[in-house]
């Protein structure tokens, strides 16, 4: 028996990812931002099955609540599924087995891994062939952070954060990631940060004209020093999320002062990504947390994209 009759269908993994630095420019007509992003994927990962069938389906677990993860037509790994089959004229459907690691609307980018990985497997499976270059368009046309998911490692973000270049990082990171069991829209925190930087000049940068991620984070993923990042940390949305959760403030106050190099929300929030000098720094950390019944786990980066397994 051959191990495709063993195990018919194909395995992927993605990982979701943290932005080490996210500036947001000016709403456009269209509803979006212009974005400049360092992102860099991390070692919790989702994991998507494909298996052949005649019709489009899916299952969802995981070691996170996927209670509120929809199993529709509007799931992201499943509109992956059917995008690569329009586009490639394929003429059957797939089941999806997705197994979820990463917080479910947490900033991480979670959804955008599925279909990273949905794209992955279906071209796999069903020997499409697209090339690298293809599947980043389809990437693309499903979610900002969908190319990423793809590319994995460590990446400079422009545009909707989808036009990619390579970053190069040296070494290996360690980050602590502490979950929130109540998730966030992203659409209502970038409507928060419009809205702050409306009325509230005073207290909120107005929004740059060219958005960009400056020398000092490229410098400090260049020398793989966790202690020159700490200092270059920073996301644009971080004081909308604050003002939609003051509850994640203290979290972020309580890592730093527990030991963490420095803390920030993780995207749109609410995850909460706390970077710390040493693996052993990360299991203390993360234990100090675990010890008052908060969940936190130790993770590191940068790690590969989307792959099959």
Known sequence: MTLAEEFPGVRVRAPG??????E????????YHELATAFQAVSLFEDVVASHADDFSLAITGSVDVAGVPQDDSN???RAARLLQQQTGYDGGVHLDVRKEVPVAGGMGGGSADAAAAL?????LWGTGLSTRELHALAARLGADVPFSLMGGTAIGT??????????ARGRFEWVIVPN???MSTPKTYGELDRLREQHADAVPPAPATPAVPSAVLQALRAGDPQMLAHALHNDLQ?????????????????????ALAGLVSGSGPTIAFLVDSAAAGRELADRFERDGIEALPVHGPVHGARVI
């Open 17 to 22: 990812k943290i932005n080490v630095f996210l």
């Open 181 to 183: 069991a109540l998730g």
């Open 76 to 78: 992201l790994a499943l």
């Open 120 to 124: 992955v497997a279906c071209d796999a």
């Open 239 to 259: 004081a909308p999320a604050l003002r939609l959760r003051p509850d994640l403030r203290e979290v972020l106050e309580r890592g730093e002062r527990d030991g």
């Open 24 to 31: 947001v420019g000016a709403r456009h007509d269209d509803g």
């Open 159 to 168: 545009g909707r954060g989808d036009a990619l270049n390579p970053a190069l």
